[in-house]
């Protein structure tokens, strides 16, 4: 990541113990941490009324055909990586609206965390144009009762198309991600197996 010191110019900046860059001339050192990134599952049921049914086999979980690298033309969760300024919540919220042009209401005095449920956290080295980034990755479940394609504006630069699939019609092969593949993975044996 560096061939010099950012402080001092110096070539003898190491990288130690895959966690920080540490500069012997000028006692530079930085930390490069992980980036934290989000997913969710949107649950649609096939009937509203069912909601609350611990094993629904009539729902759908939303999809979304990627349209660039790294993975382009498999599956992924709505969600991304977390900005400079917010919160996990926040940053779901926003990858919903910049990929779906859909957000799930919030009900009046209700937070953010009131919607999204955590399901599962995992690393992940996400690749790209030939950099490794490390993420933690947290994936969250919601309901969205009613959802249709037909009610998302997908942001075509990203992705290719969206799609409802029901449990049994998923290929946890056709996954972009590891980390995606085991949320889907948790999700679906918590709720049917």
């Excluded at 029901?166 to 679906?188: G, H, M, N, Q, W």
């Amino acid at each position: 990541m560096f061939k010099y010191c950012p402080s001092c110019s110096s070539e003898k900046i190491s990288f130690n113990e895959g966690k920080f860059f540490r500069c012997p001339d000028c006692d530079f050192i930085y930390f490069h941490n992980i980036a934290a990134a989000n997913g969710c599952l949107i649950i649609v049921p096939d009937n509203p009324a069912q909601l609350s049914s611990d094993n629904n086999h009539n729902e759908r979980i939303l999809f979304l055909v990627r349209n660039r690298e790294p993975g382009k033309g498999k599956l992924d969760l709505p969600g991304g990586f977390v900005d400079v300024g917010e919160g996990i919540f926040e940053g779901l919220y926003r990858e919903m609206k910049e990929e779906l042009n859909w957000t799930p209401p919030v009900p009046e005095g209700g937070s953010l965390c009131d919607i999204f449920k955590l399901l599962a956290s995992f690393s992940n080295v996400y690749k790209y144009k030939n950099i490794d980034y490390n993420t933690c990755d947290m994936y969250f479940t919601i309901q969205a009762p009613g959802l249709k394609i037909e009610d998302l504006q997908i942001e075509e630069d990203e992705i290719k198309s969206a799609v409802l699939l029901k449990p049994e019609e998923i290929d946890l092969e056709k996954l972009a991600f590891t980390s995606t593949r085991k949320a889907v993975e948790v999700y679906l044996n918590k709720k049917f197996k």
